[in-house]
Nanobody, 131 residues
Framework: QVQLVQSGGGSVESGGSLTLSCAPS????????VAWFRQAPGKQREEVAG???????????FYDDSGKGRFTISRDNAKNTVYLQMNSLKPEDTAMYYC?????????????????????WGQGTQVTVSS
């Protein structure tokens, strides 16, 4: 059973930056397909960014329009950790953010956006952006 542990998040003013991290329990591979989702109060969980890592180590990233150009998902294979760098944050980015991982492929972006695809989830971390 893979457990994902998130860190980062917090409160910033509009235009600020935050970085979220997601690492699996020790000695566990995080998975080839990882993603970040968020959920604001009263709203459905929505995709933010996804990343697929091939066996060669090459990664491909995917973004929802809401974060494109502002958010960057990345992966440190040596640390087995996934990051979400968020720049130019807006009040509408305020939400609980979750990382998710799965070992099934999301090659070419296959269902990276579908939260039902993922078997493993982080505990969530709050991001609050004030205007």
């Amino acid at each position: 059973q893979v457990q994902l542990v998130q860190s980062g998040g917090g409160s910033v003013e509009s235009g600020g930056s935050l970085t979220l991290s997601c690492a699996p329990s020790p000695y566990t591979y995080i998975g080839s397909c990882v993603a970040w989702f968020r959920q604001a109060p009263g709203k459905q969980r929505e995709e933010v960014a996804g990343l697929y890592t091939e066996s060669s180590g090459t990664s491909t990233t995917f973004y929802d329009d809401s974060g494109k150009g502002r958010f960057t998902i990345s992966r440190d294979n040596a640390k087995n950790t996934v990051y979400l760098q968020m720049n130019s944050l807006k009040p509408e980015d305020t939400a609980m953010y979750y990382c998710a991982a799965d070992n099934t492929s999301c090659l070419y972006g296959l269902r990276w956006w579908d939260h039902k695809k993922y078997n493993y989830w982080g505990q969530g971390t709050q991001v609050t952006v004030s205007s």
